[in-house]
């Protein structure tokens, strides 16, 4: 405004001969917001701010859920009791990591709350169905389904990884499924790397005996080529009435008997 009140429009600037240049604003249209502002947002009550932080993250969140319970009510489950505690904890978000491994962490957590319920309360589980596909309960879409011929292979997979100590169970799902670095593992669980390698290698060793028959062919309770099988002898010796198991003989003095 000028000195008697009235609006002025500035003038557009001018570079050489007087081309208008345009001017950067301070606002940036169509930059999406980080995950950080998304979270300060929801806890600011922006009421769709943390559906869209989930809409982000959820296949990958999915992903970990599935894998490390390897039943999909149970990841399904487990996913939502996460997503309820991190949508009631967001306000308190330090930010001392990134906001996918806070919610990684999360996740993680519930999943082994699960597993060690579960154990406490072994049940019987139900076969493994598709409601994503028809029922729509599924939050992330139906898993993809292994081809026939790999269908029992992966069956094997599971049930061996399911087996595993929860902690080995957990670091595999994220290191060697998911991918994850070793360091951004050690912080979604909350341990040291070296802690995070360690339960690997582990893991590693115990899926290679469960899962050593899958390299031969053979089946978990066949025997091993060349254990437990009597050796080929040389030769059929002909039998003799002269010879008694457990005489002591030798073969030669056999051998003399039948000359």
Not at 89 to 118: E, K, M, P, Q, Y
Not at 148 to 159: K, S
Not at 228 to 249: F, I, K, Q, Y
Request: hydrophobic share 40%; proline share 7%.
């Amino acid at each position: 405004m000028d000195g008697h009140g009235e609006r002025t429009t500035a003038a557009p600037a001018r570079g050489p001969g007087g081309a208008p240049v345009a001017v950067p604003t301070a606002s940036t249209p169509d930059v999406a917001p980080t995950d950080a502002e998304l979270l300060r947002a929801h806890a600011a009550g922006d009421r769709d701010a943390f559906t869209e932080l989930f809409h982000r993250h959820r296949d990958r969140l999915w992903a970990v859920a599935l894998r490390t319970l390897g039943d999909r009510e149970e990841a399904a489950d487990a996913l939502q009791d996460a997503l309820l505690s991190a949508h009631r904890a967001a306000a308190r978000f330090r930010g001392d990591s990134a906001v996918t491994t806070w919610l990684h962490r999360i996740v993680v957590n519930a999943c082994l709350d699960r597993i060690r319920r579960r154990q406490a309360h072994p049940t019987v589980p139900l076969p493994d169905g598709t409601h994503g596909a028809e029922g729509g309960t599924s939050v992330a879409g139906v898993e993809p389904a292994a081809p026939v011929q790999d269908h029992d292979t992966a069956l094997v997979v599971r049930q061996a990884l399911a087996e595993l100590p929860v902690e080995q169970r957990a670091a595999l799902v994220l290191v060697d499924v998911q991918g994850y670095p070793v360091a951004e593992v050690a912080r979604i669980l909350g341990v040291a790397e070296g802690t995070v390698k360690s339960r690997c290698a582990r893991g590693r060793a115990r899926l290679a005996v469960a899962l050593g028959h899958l390299r031969t062919g053979s089946t978990p309770d066949a025997p091993e080529p060349g254990r437990d099988v009597p050796g080929v002898t040389r030769g059929n010796p002909r039998r003799s009435a002269g010879v008694r198991s457990g005489s002591g003989r030798s073969r030669r003095d056999a051998s003399q008997e039948e000359s």
